[in-house]
């Protein structure tokens, strides 16, 4: 798996559970049911797979974050003014500002070409 396959990955799966806590999160509000009671019904069931799911979003997000950061720095097709403006945005604002920067930078950039020998 190479680098830029992993920060798809992750950006995907964050954006996936971004959209299922949302969801969730209306169907909660406008239907009155409560998640937190499946916790009492099936503890044994439900703990797993959401630390699993927990640990992922924290170690993915950091290296995407980390990541992002170092492309922002290295990258030479940007002016300084650039760098430092996508800089101040990823620093201060470490998932969203990464996955924006994924989406917007990094994701759109062609892929390096290797010469044939």
Not at 28 to 57: C, E, K
Not at 60 to 80: F, K
Not at 86 to 106: D, E, H, K, Q, R
């Amino acid at each position: 798996m190479t680098i830029k396959s992993f920060y798809r990955f992750v950006a995907v799966g964050t954006l996936s559970t971004l959209a299922a806590e949302t969801t969730l999160s209306v169907f909660s509000a406008t239907s009155g049911y409560d998640p937190m009671s499946a916790l009492d019904r099936w503890p044994g069931l439900i703990w797993p797979p959401l630390a699993a799911l927990i640990l992922f979003l924290t170690v993915g997000g950091i290296i995407l974050w980390l990541g992002m950061i170092l492309d922002c720095a290295v990258a030479n097709e940007r002016s300084v003014t650039s760098k430092v403006l996508w800089l101040i945005l990823v620093i201060s604002t470490p998932n969203l500002g990464a996955l924006i920067y994924y989406f917007c930078v990094y994701r759109r950039r062609p892929l390096p070409q290797t010469e044939a020998t």
